[in-house]
């Protein structure tokens, strides 16, 4: 069996069923925003905070947080071992990426449930 060192995932099929979830979940949340936005065409800071102060919008939101970073790994991680032949060149490439999308979730995360 060939292992591939720069392979940070258990398999296609598993990375296949995150893509998939994922983009359900991101598509949910999608529509639901865009639901929403249309609804409220008067939208102030007292109706948008009170839906993010609500704790099923947080986790909502935590949930698509997630999900755009797996999303986002999983299709960086194929395109980076698609088109980047030199192992040394793909390794930092993809520990750039799975640090920017570390920090962006952190980011996320902290904007959602911080003060």
Request: with cysteine.
């Given at each position: 069996?060939?292992?591939?060192?720069?392979?940070?995932?258990?398999?296609?099929?598993?990375?296949?069923?995150i893509?998939?979830?994922?983009?359900?979940?991101?598509?949910?949340?999608?529509?639901?925003m865009v639901g929403?936005?249309?609804?409220?065409?008067?939208?102030?800071?007292?109706?948008?905070?009170?839906?993010?102060?609500?704790?099923?919008?947080r986790?909502?939101s935590?949930?698509?947080?997630?999900s755009l970073?797996?999303?986002?790994?999983v299709?960086?991680?194929t395109?980076?071992?698609?088109?980047?032949?030199?192992?040394?060149?793909?390794?930092?490439?993809?520990?750039?990426?799975?640090l920017a999308?570390f920090?962006f979730?952190?980011?996320?995360?902290?904007v959602?449930?911080?003060?």
């Amino acid at each position: 069996m060939v292992t591939n060192v720069t392979n940070f995932s258990r398999s296609g099929v598993s990375d296949w069923l995150i893509q998939r979830v994922s983009a359900v979940v991101l598509a949910l949340y999608t529509l639901f925003m865009v639901g929403y936005l249309l609804l409220h065409p008067h939208l102030d800071y007292f109706t948008w905070n009170g839906l993010f102060s609500q704790l099923w919008m947080r986790l909502f939101s935590l949930l698509a947080f997630i999900s755009l970073a797996a999303h986002a790994w999983v299709g960086m991680w194929t395109v980076c071992t698609d088109y980047l032949h030199a192992t040394g060149i793909r390794v930092a490439v993809q520990a750039v990426i799975i640090l920017a999308i570390f920090v962006f979730l952190v980011w996320g995360i902290q904007v959602l449930w911080g003060a």
